[in-house]
């Protein structure tokens, strides 16, 4: 009975160790071909989804910082409200230099502002470099206007 068993299993053990030795390397190539493919969806997760949130910290920081500006009023009378151009200046810039400030390492602000009666505009423009694929790149801009009303 056991020259039986050895007289079987001996073929297919050696089958087997033919098989294995013929696909020898066969995982070094499957990393080849597939780990670039692998880094590109990875770049493309995480560059995609900083630049997403750039172009939402340029929309957020235009609205915060009209608003901010807007509420710099000189002086309030039967005819309307003035904004002080000075003030609503200083206060729009600080407020996009601390939003700068709590911005991701990766992504840069600039604005412009625009004092007009009693309206304020300002437009950010996010810039944002990439940590994996460099055509990824992206610069966002947003402008946002911010009125004063005065309620009774």
């Not at 309030?76 to 206060?91: F, K, N, Q, S």
């Not at 007009?116 to 801009?141: C, H, K, N, Q, W």
């Amino acid at each position: 009975m056991r020259a039986q068993v050895v007289a079987v299993v001996r073929p297919l053990a050696g089958r087997f160790w033919l098989r294995a030795r013929d696909e020898e390397g066969s995982v070094t190539i499957w990393m080849l071909l597939w780990t670039p493919v692998l880094v590109l969806c990875l770049g493309l997760i995480v560059d995609y989804g900083a630049a997403i949130q750039a172009r939402a910290l340029a929309s957020d920081v235009a609205v915060g910082a009209a608003r901010a500006g807007a509420v710099e009023v000189v002086s309030v009378t039967g005819e309307g409200a003035r904004i002080d151009p000075a003030g609503a200046l200083a206060a729009a810039s600080a407020y996009v230099a601390d939003s700068q400030r709590g911005a991701p390492d990766r992504v840069s602000l600039r604005a412009t502002y625009q004092v007009a009666g009693d309206s304020v505009e300002v437009t950010v423009t996010a810039t944002y470099e990439p940590r994996i694929l460099d055509s990824m790149t992206g610069t966002f801009t947003r402008t946002e206007r911010a009125e004063l009303q005065v309620g009774q």
